[in-house]
Structures are given as C-alpha cells and as structure tokens.
C-alpha cells in the first residue's frame, strides 16, 4: 500500500486515482418524447430513472411503452448496447444497470444515462461496482444540483474520480463477479414472473374463479 495525496488514503502500489473521463469512452441518454414521438403506443418498453432499482436490476412495472419508430428514434441517440451501464442521473444517485444482452424491446429516456466503459483501462463490471460504491455516490451526490430535482450532469460525472488498478486486475475481477451478476438476472426474471403469476391468479381466487384444494 502507498500514500495518496489526492485521496487522502492509502491503496494498492500501482493502483492510480484518476478522473472518471479516462475510464469511460461515452456518455449518452435517450430522449423525451416532446414533438418526437407519443407514449403509449406499441409495446416496447421506455425506461426512466424511476425503473432503475438500488439492487442494480431493472423493475418494468409501470412502464409507459412505445412503438417501433419511437424506439428507433431514441435509439439513435442513446445507442444502448450490452455492456454499456445505466445511470440515473436524478437522485437518489447509485442506481445503476448493467445491461448483460442487446436490448431489442426497450430504451430509455433522457433522465437515464448510458455509459460505455473504456475498454483499455477497465472492465464494465469493475465501473458498474464503482458507480454504486457508497464513496462514489457520496461524493456525485455533494456535487448535485438543480432546485426541485438534485442530480448530475455528464461534466460533473466525467469529472469526479476513480481508483484503477491496473488492466489484468480488473479483468481478473470481472471473471469472478461475472456469474454473480448472471444468477442476479435468472433470480429478477423468475421473481418478474412470478409476480405476474400472483396477479393473475389473485384477482380469480378473490372472485371465486378459482380455488385452492386440499
């Protein structure tokens, strides 16, 4: 371990503490609907902030929906892909996304961030623990701002900093926590299922539509 004077702290011989522009290669969001699109056509899905959870999963209840041309419309500037991490850029800060497989029916709006990792200096896995770490979101969170929603804008993320090992470590890491996040998203589908299961099924037991036997 070695002195760091800009932390403050101690960390890892060969780690560095970096600007958040170094460690990642875009920043994006989707976009409002405005004079481009209505809501509530089709049935593809439109993310907002109010989608991302703290437990870093995505939560589709509620969601207003879109149609195809809309979807390719806000495609076209938020240009989400697998690996590419979603930020909700209102508070509170921390909620976070990592998208595991091309999306095809859904997007997002322009409250919600896509980040795109910078391959040559980390892994998707290892920014997407920092941007839910306590420390990261503490310190996004003293640099918020706006009046009736606090939040942070992309100068303000690509500015504050980051703790980086070097390249093989994070990699090393990412081969680790890959399965975790795996099981995390098998765990979300089958309790997404689970609960469309229960309000099925409520509605007809409490009319007499169907009963529990013995």
Same mark, same amino acid.
């Given at each position: 371990?070695?002195?760091?004077?800009?932390?403050? $702290? =101690?960390?890892?011989?060969?780690?560095?503490?970096?600007?958040?522009?170094?460690?990642?290669?875009?920043? %994006?969001?989707?976009?409002? #609907?405005?004079?481009? !699109?209505?809501?509530?056509? /089709?049935?593809?899905?439109?993310?907002?902030?109010?989608?991302?959870?703290?437990? /870093?999963?995505?939560?589709?209840?509620? *969601?207003?929906?879109?149609? =195809?041309?809309?979807?390719?419309?806000?495609?076209?500037?938020?240009?989400?892909? %697998?690996?590419?991490?979603?930020?909700? +850029?209102?508070?509170?800060?921390?909620? *976070?996304?990592?998208?595991?497989? &091309? #999306?095809?029916?859904?997007?997002?709006?322009?409250?919600?961030?896509?980040?795109?990792?910078? +391959? +040559?200096?980390?892994?998707?896995?290892?920014?997407? $623990? &920092?941007?839910?770490?306590? @420390? !990261?979101?503490?310190?996004?969170?003293?640099?918020?701002?706006?009046?009736?929603?606090?939040?942070?804008?992309?100068?303000?993320? $690509?500015?504050?900093?980051?703790?980086?090992?070097?390249? +093989?470590? @994070?990699?090393? !890491?990412?081969?680790?926590?890959? #399965?975790? !996040?795996?099981?995390?998203?098998?765990?979300? %589908? =089958?309790?997404? @299922?689970?609960?469309?299961?229960?309000?099925?099924?409520? #509605?007809?037991?409490?009319? /007499?539509?169907? @009963?529990?036997?013995?």
């Amino acid at each position: 371990m070695v002195w760091n004077e800009q932390l403050k $702290m =101690e960390i890892p011989f060969s780690w560095i503490c970096s600007k958040m522009e170094n460690a990642i290669e875009a920043v %994006r969001t989707g976009l409002n #609907p405005r004079n481009n !699109f209505q809501l509530g056509n /089709g049935n593809i899905q439109y993310i907002t902030v109010k989608n991302l959870c703290l437990n /870093g999963s995505l939560d589709f209840s509620g *969601c207003d929906t879109i149609d =195809e041309q809309a979807r390719q419309i806000v495609h076209r500037r938020s240009d989400i892909q %697998r690996d590419d991490i979603l930020f909700a +850029s209102i508070a509170p800060l921390g909620r *976070c996304y990592l998208i595991q497989e &091309n #999306p095809t029916n859904w997007d997002i709006n322009e409250s919600v961030f896509s980040i795109r990792y910078n +391959s +040559s200096v980390l892994t998707a896995e290892y920014l997407y $623990m &920092n941007l839910q770490s306590e @420390t !990261f979101v503490k310190r996004a969170t003293a640099c918020s701002t706006g009046s009736i929603f606090k939040g942070i804008r992309i100068n303000s993320l $690509m500015d504050s900093e980051i703790i980086l090992p070097p390249l +093989s470590v @994070t990699k090393e !890491f990412s081969k680790e926590i890959k #399965p975790l !996040f795996a099981l995390q998203k098998e765990l979300d %589908r =089958e309790t997404h @299922t689970l609960i469309q299961l229960r309000d099925w099924l409520l #509605p007809m037991l409490m009319n /007499g539509q169907a @009963t529990i036997s013995d």
